[in-house]
């Protein structure tokens, strides 16, 4: 299983409710904040994958986030 697949997995499965970059990093315990940025990017161009800024359902902050829609 590769990064991009654990990241899809993860926000699919706390879909609708939004994840942020670090708590993604954090979750799955990604050494670098930039590899969950690079991932989720790579993500919001994939179908049902909406990235914006919005309080992460997580954390609580207002950050970028990334959630995915069954619809
Ligand atoms: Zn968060």
Do not use: W
Request: proline share 3%.
């Amino acid at each position: 299983m590769t990064v991009l697949d654990q990241v899809r997995g993860l926000i699919e499965r706390l879909s609708p409710e939004p994840i942020c970059d670090d708590c993604i990093s954090e979750r799955l315990g990604l050494s670098v904040r930039q590899h969950a940025n690079h991932k989720t990017r790579e993500l919001a161009g994939t179908r049902g994958f909406e990235r914006r800024k919005e309080h992460c359902s997580i954390c609580g902050s207002e950050k970028k986030v990334i959630r995915y829609r069954t619809k």
